[in-house]
């Protein structure tokens, strides 16, 4: 691949999300996720780092869990300690109302137990989200 693209370059893509954030390293780095390629669409995340010459370069690290369906046009949010909270986004023929995870420390999907009652009812997309602690 050219310099500064890397292997895990994500390629054309569309409704996805782009989230920076910084490892437990203190390495900061943009993950991508989701949106449709030219064929496919897929939760599997791109990582963007800039190495100590400045170069920027695309990985796509291998993940464990239960990776969660494809979607775009959803939101991606930091939380905690390099956590992305993925929320909603339409899959396939359907506006999702689900939530995932991924740790971006170990490369980790999860799941989360939501309580409560939502305020907003139904699945969301072409939403945004931020977080406040």
Do not use: K
């Amino acid at each position: 691949p050219p310099e500064g693209r890397g292997a895990g370059d994500p390629g054309h893509r569309r409704g996805h999300s782009m989230t920076a954030t910084r490892l437990l390293t203190g390495q900061e780095v943009a993950c991508l996720v989701g949106g449709w390629g030219v064929d496919e669409i897929s939760m599997a995340p791109h990582v963007l780092t800039r190495d100590a010459d400045l170069i920027y370069r695309w990985t796509t690290p291998t993940t464990s869990g239960t990776q969660p369906d494809g979607r775009a046009f959803h939101s991606a949010t930091a939380v905690g300690q390099a956590c992305l909270l993925v929320y909603g986004g339409l899959g396939q023929g359907c506006c999702r109302t689900d939530v995932a995870l991924l740790d971006l420390n170990s490369m980790a999907w999860s799941a989360p137990v939501l309580l409560g009652t939502p305020r907003c009812v139904g699945g969301r997309a072409g939403h945004g989200a931020a977080f406040f602690p």
